[in-house]
C-alpha cells in the first residue's frame, strides 16, 4: 500500500497520528508528515483508521489488493444501518436508565447545575473583578430561578404560595443540591419558617480565598437571589439573615441560619431588566412529557415537606422529568450568565466565558456521571455519558443525537433546535470551537480526540477517536476541580422524615 496525502486539504488536526504515530507525524501548528509513504502489513489498522477518520479527507491510500474506498463505503452503509439514535428512542435521553439508576444521577445533575457557577467564576472574576463577578452572579440567579422554580412546581404538582411550597422547590434547586448543600427545613405556619444549613458546600470553596469573597457570596449574592427564588411562590416572601459567615467562631455550626416571612406588607423584589429575554426563551417554555401517574412509585411532591428527599421513592416516569427539569435548569442559569456578561463585555469576549465556563462543567459533569454509574472509558462509556450530560438535555430543547457504531461514536448538534434559538450551550460548540467536547470525552478517557465530520447550515456533526497518548486535563476543568464538589460523595440517609407545623415562638438558638 502507498500513502498521499493532500497538503492543501490538511489542517493538522492529528487524528493520522494518534492512529499511526509509526507512520504520520504532525508537527505543532503544522500539516501532516507521511513518515513511511510505504508501511507494512503490521500497520495496516491503524493506516486506514487514520484515512478513514481525518476529518478534512486529506489522505489517500493506493492498495491493489483492496479496495479502501469501497470498504469504508460499506462501514458507513453499517454504520447508518446499525446507528442507534437516542433522540429517536423517545422524547428523553432518561428513558434507557433504570429507576435505581435515575435515583443516583439526580442529586449528580443538581451538583453538576450548582458547580455552574465554579467553573464560571475564575474567568469572570478575571474579566471584571470580584464586584463584577459578583454582579454576574446576582444577575444570573435573579433571572433564571423564578423561571425554573415555577416549571419545576407545575411538573411535581406543588403550586402553592407558602413557606412549606418555597422549601420543596428548594429541595429540586441546583442552587441547593442535596447534601452538598446541606438545608434543614422548619414550618412555623404557611407564611413562618426558618432554615439553615448544616454544611454548605459553597462556604467552604469559598472560605479559602478570604473574608472579602465570603461576605460576596454570602451577603452580596444571597441576598437578592434569595428573595428572587422566594418570588417564584409568592412575592411577599422575604428572606432574611439570622446568622451568616462570616463564621465567629471560625467554626460555627450550622454555618447560616434564614427566615422566611409572607406579608403583605412586604414591598415584592424589582424585575430585573432582561427578564423578558429569560421568560420568553424556549427554556423557560418548552413543554416536556407529563409524568405518568400509573407508574410504580411517587407520582409527585403534594403532600407534606420532607426532611430529605429519597428520589428512590419517586416513579421511573417522575424521575425522568425532573432529571429533564434540572437540565433545563443549567441551560437557564448559563444563559441568565450570557445575558449578564454581555451586558459587560463585547460579544466575543462574552462567548468566550461563556466557552470556558461550559468546557470547565462540561468535563467535571463527564467524570462524575460515568463514575456514578459505574461506567467504563470506552466507546460504549463515551456515549452513555454524552446522552446522560446535562448540556445535551432535554432531548426536545436540544434535538442531539448519539451515534454508536462500529466506526465511534459521533454526536450530532442541530443548527435549529430550542436550545441554539437560546443561544445556549449546544450553540457555543463550532468548528474551531471543540474545547468543550473535548473535556467531556476525556472525563471518560483522556484520550478522546474530537473532529469534525460533517458541518452543514443543519447541523454539525463530532466524532470522537482515541489517541495513543492521554491528553492533560483542560485548564478549565482543573480550575473547577478545586471546588470540593468534584469530589463530594452521596450518601443514603434512609428514610425521610414529614416536617409539621410547630407553634411559633419555640425558635431554637441557632
Request: proline share 6%.
Amino acid at each position: 500500500m502507498k500513502i498521499h496525502a493532500d497538503l492543501d486539504l490538511c489542517q493538522g488536526h492529528a487524528v493520522c497520528q494518534a492512529e499511526a504515530p509509526e507512520v504520520f507525524t504532525v508537527p505543532k501548528r503544522g500539516k501532516v508528515e507521511i513518515l513511511d509513504s510505504h508501511p507494512g502489513p503490521d500497520a495496516r489498522e491503524g493506516v486506514d483508521n487514520a484515512v478513514r477518520y481525518c476529518p478534512t479527507q486529506a489522505l489517500t491510500l493506493n492498495d491493489e489488493s483492496s479496495n479502501l474506498h469501497e470498504r469504508t463505503t460499506a462501514v458507513a452503509d453499517s454504520d447508518r444501518a446499525a446507528r442507534v439514535s437516542f433522540r429517536t428512542q423517545s422524547d428523553s435521553a432518561y428513558t434507557a436508565l433504570e429507576r435505581d439508576e435515575l435515583a443516583m444521577l439526580l442529586p449528580e445533575l443538581l451538583l453538576s447545575g450548582h458547580l455552574i457557577d465554579r467553573s464560571g467564576m475564575a474567568h469572570t472574576i478575571a474579566a471584571f473583578g470580584r464586584t463584577g463577578m459578583t454582579e454576574v452572579a446576582i444577575e444570573e440567579w435573579q433571572l433564571a430561578s423564578p423561571v425554573y422554580t415555577r416549571r419545576m412546581q407545575r411538573a411535581l404538582g406543588f403550586t402553592g404560595d407558602s413557606v412549606e411550597t418555597i422549601f420543596k422547590g428548594l429541595q429540586l434547586d441546583i442552587g441547593a443540591p442535596p447534601q452538598f448543600m446541606d438545608f434543614r427545613f422548619r414550618v412555623d405556619d404557611h407564611d413562618h419558617g426558618e432554615f439553615w444549613l448544616d454544611h454548605c458546600g459553597a462556604l467552604a470553596d469559598v472560605e479559602p480565598m478570604g473574608e472579602a469573597y465570603v461576605k460576596s457570596m454570602c451577603h452580596d449574592i444571597e441576598d437578592p437571589t434569595f428573595d428572587a427564588t422566594a418570588l417564584a411562590t409568592n412575592p411577599y416572601a422575604q428572606v432574611r439573615p439570622i446568622h451568616r459567615p462570616p463564621r465567629v467562631p471560625a467554626d460555627r455550626h450550622p454555618v447560616c441560619a434564614w427566615t422566611v416571612v409572607i406579608d403583605s406588607r412586604h414591598i415584592p423584589p424589582a424585575v430585573p431588566s432582561n427578564f423578558d429575554l429569560i421568560a420568553a426563551s424556549c427554556a423557560a417554555t418548552i413543554e416536556l412529557e407529563s409524568i405518568d401517574r400509573g407508574d410504580a412509585g411517587r407520582a409527585d411532591y403534594s403532600g407534606p415537606l420532607l426532611s430529605d428527599l429519597r428520589f428512590a421513592d419517586f416513579s421511573k416516569s417522575a424521575l425522568i422529568r425532573m432529571a429533564d427539569e434540572v437540565c433545563l435548569q443549567h441551560h437557564l442559569l448559563a444563559l441568565g450568565f450570557l445575558i449578564a456578561v454581555r451586558e459587560r463585555a463585547d460579544d466575543d469576549a462574552a462567548v468566550d466565558i461563556a466557552r470556558k465556563q461550559f468546557t470547565g462543567i462540561a468535563g467535571l459533569t463527564a467524570t462524575r456521571i460515568r463514575d456514578a454509574l459505574g461506567l467504563g472509558d470506552d466507546d460504549a462509556a463515551l456515549a452513555q455519558v454524552l446522552s446522560l450530560h446535562p448540556a445535551w438535555n432535554p432531548l426536545p430543547y436540544t434535538g442531539i443525537c448519539i451515534d454508536h457504531s462500529e466506526v465511534g461514536v459521533r454526536i450530532r448538534i442541530p443548527r435549529n433546535s430550542g436550545a441554539s434559538r437560546d443561544g445556549v450551550w449546544p450553540a457555543l460548540v463550532d468548528t474551531d470551537a471543540l474545547a468543550p467536547l473535548a473535556a467531556m470525552a476525556r472525563g471518560v478517557n483522556p484520550r478522546y480526540i474530537p473532529y469534525v465530520v460533517t458541518n452543514t447550515a443543519d447541523e454539525l456533526a463530532v466524532g470522537f477517536l482515541l489517541g495513543a497518548e492521554s491528553f492533560p486535563e483542560a485548564d478549565e476543568v482543573a480550575i473547577t476541580r478545586f471546588s470540593t464538589g468534584a469530589e463530594f460523595q452521596f450518601t443514603d440517609r434512609g428514610i425521610p422524615l414529614p416536617l409539621t407545623v410547630v407553634q411559633r415562638g419555640t425558635s431554637a438558638s441557632r
